[in-house]
């Protein structure tokens, strides 16, 4: 008989792929090798890539220059590329006491530092983003930068978000006086909307608002990211609907922008280009049943080119000209009273379209959004007044007409994903909850820094105050939850019949579960006994559940259900792809009826694919009792067993 080697269960330290995030460098080699394995060696000093082949391989004769190369540049560049590649060695613990709708709903809040966020996301989101939109700081002299330290980003996350006493680092104010203005700036940016393109689908979309400051900078930036064939539109946005009257200024400031890229152009105009709502004049004066019209040239246009021939009017004039569409179809169009003769009968025909018809479609957006129909500063002032019930409680929100017209024109619909990673106010958040009023899933994730709240001006005082009065801590995400809280109460009460997702779920950055292994040097033997229990010790059964989803790559909404097998509580967490028993502990008299029940319960849900089962390490009592549930699992085919 073959030897078959004892099932055994294998413990999951810091460093294994399951305690980590999505590890982006090991992907990148992965996939470069896949395809081109000549240009990848490994050495002593690691994994290097060969330039001379990578350029051979596009076709590219020119020598080696990198200080030739168009593009932009700046000291700290490989630096701020680096920061995106560096796993995240935090986690997000649930929050349910802060969430609205817990067990049902598939929005989420994330409170914490985006970069460290974004990477946490990677391996549950990566490739499901529809549409991401970004307000980022515009590098005004008043904005804050969150200045990354990738050596222990957590620490210093708690350092400059005053949950640890801070050693006085501060986050950073974009003052033009430290001599590095933009540098500063494109360092934040640079790593995050890395990780923003990875998060997109295919057919995904990244929209960012910005100024006059830095919008140059932005699209260099984002055309090398995204590459420049995927870039899809510069938006000028009127965001005031007054007239500035500066004596000191030429151009008075009345717009910004908003740039937008996809992921792949292609795959986003293959899977449908999205409109916004039909404006224009319409009305009925020939009394048509099918009720109001505005009409268009039957003519094609001066770039276009048509069919020729020759229509007379009612009043018989020729017009000889280039049309939209066949002889044919022309009188079918006017047997059906949809052409008519301006001047009297005599004019150049043109097409009637119903308001009814084109309602349902829409219109192709351009490039230039006014006021009255994209929204402007004052209307989103408002629009969070009425809410919070108080004025100016928080900077520069954007409106929710803007985002509205976002979401449409990206073409978001049914469980759509839509993420903000600079969430601020929420508006985002508020515009997809509204947005399903179609009767749409959309989904949004929002990611807020809990950015304390600088006390020193009236303004902070009045903002904290607020955060006093509803019983929450004095920072920026708390503004941003209670947003959402409320304008979800105005959108239920509102339409009753409104059938669609209003919770959302927090969750909030910290640092793993899974202790590092940080050795007291001077005490090395103490140091191996407190690491027997490789979990922290403050930490509830649900915080690792939920970064046992992170780390498999699973949705942060799926379901986890619970059953209780020989006395032990047992989760199942995305229909049977895992199941975990954190019981602190599991003795010889349990062994056996724990791993049959486990079994049993696997055979009954049945998943499609493989199951991982973990438990904790320091709960068996012994080597012996590891080792038979270990067996009994691999006799009914679970064969993934691991410890935490
Ligand atoms: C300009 S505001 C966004 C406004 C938002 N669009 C709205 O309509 O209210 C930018 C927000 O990003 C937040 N922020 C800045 N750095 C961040 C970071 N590293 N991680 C997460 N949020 C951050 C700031 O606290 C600020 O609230």
């Known amino acids: 008989m073959p030897q078959q080697t004892p099932a055994s269960i294998r413990k999951i330290t810091a460093d294994d792929p399951l305690a980590k995030s999505a590890d982006v460098v090991a992907n990148n080699i ?40 168009f593009g932009l540049n700046w000291h700290g560049k490989r630096r701020a590329r680096q920061l995106a590649l560096t796993p995240s060695t935090g986690t997000l613990r649930p929050c349910p006491e802060e969430s609205v709708e817990w067990n049902t709903t598939q929005n989420l809040f994330i409170e914490g530092d985006n970069l460290e966020v974004l990477k946490l996301l990677q391996k549950s989101y990566a490739g499901r983003v529809k549409l991401i939109y970004i307000d980022p700081p515009y590098n005004q002299d008043a904005d804050v930068i969150y200045e990354d330290d990738f050596r222990d980003s957590i620490t210093n996350y708690k350092m400059l978000t005053g949950q640890v006493d801070s050693d006085g680092r501060k986050l950073q104010s974009a003052n033009e006086s430290s001599g590095r203005h933009h540098t500063n700036w494109l360092d934040m940016l640079l790593p995050r909307l890395r990780l923003a393109q990875t998060m997109l689908r295919r057919d995904g979309l990244l929209f960012v608002s910005i100024d006059d400051n830095e919008v140059a900078t932005l699209r260099m930036v984002l055309s090398e990211i995204f590459g420049e064939e995927n870039f899809e539109g510069h938006i000028h946005w009127r965001r005031r609907h007054n007239q500035p009257n500066d004596p000191t200024k030429m151009l008075g400031l009345v717009s910004e922008h908003i740039l937008c890229f996809a992921r792949d152009k292609a795959t986003y105009k293959s899977a449908g280009v999205g409109k916004v709502p039909l404006t224009g004049s319409f009305s009925n004066p020939d009394n048509d049943p099918r009720g109001d019209w505005a009409s268009k040239p039957w003519k094609v246009g001066s770039d276009q080119s048509g069919t020729r021939y020759a229509i007379v009017t009612p009043t018989g004039r020729e017009h000889d000209e280039e049309w939209m569409g066949e002889r044919t179809t022309f009188d079918e169009h006017l047997a059906d009273n949809r052409i008519i003769f301006p001047d009297s009968g005599s004019g150049s025909p043109r097409k009637k379209y119903f308001k009814t ?22 209307a989103a002032n408002a629009i969070l007044e009425s809410l919070l019930g108080e004025k100016n409680l928080f900077s520069n929100p954007k409106p929710l007409e803007l985002l509205q017209n ?12 839509v993420m903000d990673f ?12 509204a947005a399903n009023a179609d009767g749409g899933s959309r989904r949004f994730v929002m990611v807020q820094l809990p950015e304390p709240i600088d006390e020193s001006t009236d303004k902070g005082r009045k903002s904290a105050d607020y955060c006093r009065s509803i019983g929450r801590p004095t920072n920026i995400s708390e ?10 109460e105005v959108i239920m009460q509102s339409s009753q019949m409104f059938a669609g997702d209003l919770g959302f779920r927090v969750f909030k950055l910290d640092a793993s579960n899974i202790r590092e292994w940080e050795p007291a040097r001077d005490d090395i033997a103490e140091s191996l006994e407190s690491h027997i229990v490789n979990l922290r010790t403050d930490r509830t059964e649900q915080d690792i559940l939920c970064e046992l989803l992170l780390k498999r790559g699973l949705d942060l909404c799926v379901p986890i259900e619970d059953k209780t097998i020989a006395g032990k509580k047992v989760h199942s967490i995305g229909a049977g792809s895992l199941i975990a028993c954190l019981d602190k502990q599991i003795t010889r008299a349990d062994a056996e009826s724990l791993a049959l029940g486990i079994a049993a319960w696997h055979k009954e849900i049945n998943p499609a694919g493989e199951t991982a089962v973990i438990f904790r390490d320091d709960a068996f009592a012994d080597d012996v009792v590891k080792t038979n549930v270990a067996a009994i699992l691999d006799q009914h085919g679970l064969k993934n067993v691991r410890s935490l």
């Open 357 to 378: 018809e084109r309602e349902k479609e829409g219109q192709c957006a351009t490039n230039w959004w006014h006021h009255e129909q994209f929204g402007h500063n004052q």
């Open 406 to 417: 976002i979401i449409s024109v990206s073409n978001t619909r049914e469980e759509d994903i």
């Open 479 to 488: 503004l941003s939850k209670e947003r959402i809280r409320r304008a979800s």
């Open 422 to 433: 600079f969430a601020g106010s929420a508006t985002t958040a508020h515009a997809v909850m």
């Open 30 to 69: 992965a996939a470069l090798k896949a395809m081109f394995p000549e240009l990848v060696t490994e050495g002593a000093n690691g994994t290097s890539v060969n330039i001379d082949v990578l350029k051979q391989l596009v076709g590219d004769r020119t020598v080696t220059d990198a200080e030739e190369k």
